[in-house]
């Protein structure tokens, strides 16, 4: 497709994010037009070629495509319910962060009006929108989504359709970024541990870099296939429980929060008297999922 037969794309909301969902657009040849609650940040995405409606209105009767990234669902139901007698016949795609559940309410509230509704989840800073490394989520009607992904890729390198439930991209979502958080702290544990010994932290780092690259990373598939199969091979839990009582105590040693270990810790051992002691330690998920059975 030409830069002339891009799809017009409507964003509504430009703070951070909305801006650079307009600059990926834009640059990527879409004809776009933006519409924000306040007079304020209009200029830059006019500069770089959007045109600036003045109503919502007007911004979404541009576009059949209506992109909306602003602070919160309660914001975006706002919107929806000012839509007065703009077309029916959009699509909207709701890239505004939120949980699974208030995905699914946007969704039925969006559909009673007779639109219809993608919901999508960036993870990504604003820098990188439209970039390679951006990662992108969607889900809706499949026919719906099939209908514009070309013009979503122009947001991020990497967007995977989810299915019909629009509640999945905001689960994937914060499944990654407890993934996230859970590895910072442990590399923040870590580096605590080693500083207390003052080990300068840029000695440590190439060690950890290399840890995570070749060990933890590598193990990602295989402790993954494990949870599918509910079947536990490798380390046993009695051996872990062993080495991470060590980490409780060198924490305790060094004044450093034993909260981290203490909790894998505890888990380990609660999974060791359901059973688990010969069992690796993805075996773990059978307590995470029902952490109330003692
Ligand atoms: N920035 C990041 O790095 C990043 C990365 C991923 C996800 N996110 C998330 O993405 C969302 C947007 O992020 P952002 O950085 O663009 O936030 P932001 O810069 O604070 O912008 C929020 C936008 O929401 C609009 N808004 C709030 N209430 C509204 C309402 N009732 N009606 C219409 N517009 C309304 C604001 O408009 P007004 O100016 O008129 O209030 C503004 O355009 C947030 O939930 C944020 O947590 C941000």
């Known amino acids: 497709m030409t830069a002339h037969h891009r799809a017009p794309v409507t964003v509504i909301g430009l703070g951070a994010m909305g801006s650079a969902l307009t600059r990926a657009l834009v640059a990527a040849g879409h004809p776009t037009t933006v519409w924000h609650r306040l007079p304020g940040p209009v200029d830059e995405p006019v500069a770089t070629g959007a045109v600036h409606a003045a109503t919502l209105v007007e911004a979404v009767s541009a576009s059949p495509l209506v992109v909306v990234c602003v602070m919160d669902h309660r914001a975006m139901r706002e919107i929806v319910n000012s839509l007065g007698d703009a077309p029916a016949d959009r699509v909207v795609v709701n890239l505004t962060p939120g949980s699974a559940e208030e995905a699914r309410q946007t969704a039925e509230w969006v559909a009673a009006r007779g639109v ?7 993870l990504t800073p604003p820098a990188e929108v439209g970039g390679e490394q951006a990662l992108a989520f969607y889900a809706g009607p499949k026919q719906v989504y099939r209908e514009h992904e070309a013009t979503l890729a122009a947001l991020g390198g990497s967007a995977t359709y989810l299915g019909e439930d629009v509640g999945l991209p905001a689960l994937y979502e914060v499944a990654l970024c407890g993934v996230l958080w859970s590895a910072w702290a442990g590399l923040l544990h870590a580096l605590a541990l080693v500083s207390a010994e003052r080990v300068a932290t840029a000695d440590f780092l190439p060690h950890a870099t290399r840890w995570l690259e070749q060990v933890v990373a590598p193990c990602v598939p295989g402790l993954t296939a494990d949870v599918e199969r509910r079947d536990y091979p490798g380390t046993t839990l009695g051996r872990e429980a062993v080495a ?34 010969g069992d690796g330690f993805a075996s773990l998920i059978e307590v995470l999922r029902s952490p109330a059975a003692e």
Not at 116 to 122: P, V
């Open 116 to 122: 219809a509704y993608l919901d999508g989840a960036l």
């Open 244 to 277: 991470i009582e060590r980490l409780v105590a060198a924490s305790r040693a060094r004044g450093v929060d034993e909260g981290l270990p203490g909790y894998l810790l505890a888990r380990t051992e609660q999974a060791i008297r359901h059973g688990h002691a």
